[in-house]
């Protein structure tokens, strides 16, 4: 299975104070008709903070139900507790998932050690390929070039990373420390292009939500060598990349899709409605991109 081009950080909809199935489904076979190289089921996007363990699995079941093998699935599993996330890891595995998103325990902060004997010990239990996911803002913790280089010998099943620092830097250090054929995915759709050019593979992405063949295009015209192609079309997505964090994601990209007749508006405490001022600026950006009129 490779593991290039765009990916969507699915969200996952809500009715009633329930996962939406319908809509869920409708919105996969969305994305995978507009292009879409893979699909995140349960990440950041997917609020799964939120959801119940029973919850977290169902959404990864239907998602590779609905996806039926046309693309990869890369089902979010991570946790802090170490246990929890083999748990994850395990169910994702037997669902027939492709890989796990595999986050860096967040509030606990384990060290460089710490950090290796939690990934090997969910390597042990449940092997099959892991993106370490990198995300700083949000953990408390920076996975360093350093750190995962020793991740990566001695744990051979993780064979990429989601590098969420916003430092290109860091990203570039990365494969040269861990070589090229490590998986380096953008986790800020901002930086895409970019990350292309210094030899990532692609991104999991948020707003591919809403414009998933803009973002799947991008990638597209890198790999086929079309990079003015590419560059237009980085500077096309740039506008909806910085609205879809006008607030805390997900709150904007569950509102477009809102707003574009594709879902409930529905999210889950803590999150909350985005301020008046903030949805007429959302509000404009899509207007401006004729994603709604």
């Not at 409708?26 to 119940?52: D, F």
């Not at 449940?126 to 070039?145: E, K, Q």
Request: aromatic share 6%; net charge negative; charged share 25%.
């Amino acid at each position: 299975m490779e593991f290039q081009g765009a990916f969507t950080a699915l969200i996952t909809p809500f009715k009633n104070g329930e996962v939406d199935e319908e809509r869920y489904r409708e919105h996969i076979e969305w994305q995978i008709e507009r292009g879409i190289h893979g699909v995140v089921p349960c990440g950041t996007t997917g609020e799964s903070a939120t959801l119940s363990h029973e919850e977290h699995k169902r959404v990864i079941k239907i998602c590779i139900e609905q996806v039926k093998g046309r693309v990869p699935v890369i089902a979010g599993a991570g946790s802090n507790n170490t246990r929890e996330a083999i748990e994850l890891t395990r169910f994702a595995k037997d669902a027939g998932a492709d890989a796990v998103l595999l986050i860096t325990p967040y509030y606990n902060k384990p060290t460089p050690a710490g950090l290796i004997a939690h990934y090997r010990e969910i390597a042990k239990a449940a092997p099959l390929p892991f993106i370490v996911y990198n995300v700083p803002s949000r953990t408390g913790t920076n996975l360093l070039p350093t750190t995962l280089h020793e991740i990566k010998k001695a744990v051979p099943e993780v064979i990429g990373v989601k590098e969420a620092s916003g430092n290109i830097r860091q990203a570039s250090d990365v494969l040269e420390m861990c070589g090229e054929d490590f998986v380096l995915l953008s986790g800020d759709d901002f930086i895409t292009y970019p990350m292309l050019c210094i030899g990532g593979r692609g991104v999991i992405s948020v707003v591919s939500n809403i414009v998933p063949e803009k973002m799947s295009g991008m990638c597209n015209a890198f790999f086929e060598g079309d990079l003015t192609r590419a560059k237009e079309l980085h500077y096309e997505l740039a506008p909806l990349c910085r609205a879809m964090f006008y607030e805390t994601n997900p709150i904007p990209v569950k509102t477009a899709l809102h707003l574009m007749g594709k879902i409930e508006m529905e999210l889950r405490l803590p999150l909350v409605p985005m301020q008046e001022e903030n949805l007429r600026k959302l509000k404009n950006t899509l207007k401006e991109a004729a994603i709604i009129g």
